[in-house]
């Protein structure tokens, strides 16, 4: 009897334990998501036009909005970068959603379903102005909103990617 008892003890302690764990596992916030560049562009440096592909993913099990940020800054090089909002960039950035060629929604505040994921269509395009032989960063933000779906509301929960453009001295020998 001594045996059995003892056995009921560490079943229902090793349960215990393990019903801890799961609920652990339930109440991490649902701020799950990660913003991926899916695709560069695979045209030329010397090209005035680049699409790139990015992938924002939902990881969470509830819909989620997301604030679409994009800010453009001249890099002395690859390697130092500043985020700004300044206009003078050597390039046009825009962005579009699941299609590049048809007019879909240009918004700065997106809806993603538990576990899906949504196609972000980054088209940069270089100014007539642009600075030969200089970089330009572009970088896409992907800010998770807090349950009041407000735009204006407070939240530090975001993923960043950075795309670096080059843009050419066509004077050059090979481009």
């Not at 005035?48 to 090089?77: A, G, M, P, W």
Request: aromatic fraction near 8%; charged fraction near 20%; include cysteine.
């Amino acid at each position: 009897m001594k045996n059995k008892s003892t056995l009921v003890f560490y079943s229902l302690l090793l349960s215990c334990c393990f019903l801890l764990l799961v609920n652990a596992q339930e109440q991490k916030p649902h701020n799950n998501f990660t913003l991926n560049v899916l695709q560069y562009s695979d045209k030329p440096n010397y090209e005035k036009e680049h699409v790139h592909v990015l992938i924002l993913k939902n990881n969470s099990r509830l819909t989620s909005q997301y604030s679409i940020s994009l800010f453009n800054d001249q890099c002395s090089d690859t390697n130092q970068y500043r985020l700004s909002n300044k206009k003078e960039s050597n390039i046009n950035a825009e962005i579009s959603f699941d299609n590049l060629n048809k007019k879909s929604q240009v918004s700065d505040v997106v809806t993603v379903q538990p576990n899906k994921t949504l196609k972000i269509y980054l088209k940069i395009k270089q100014k007539i102005s642009a600075k030969l032989d200089s970089w330009n960063c572009t970088t896409i933000r992907a800010t998770r909103l807090s349950d009041n779906n407000s735009k204006k509301s407070k939240s530090n929960i975001y993923q960043s990617v950075i795309i670096k453009t080059f843009v050419p001295n066509p004077n050059t020998i090979g481009h």
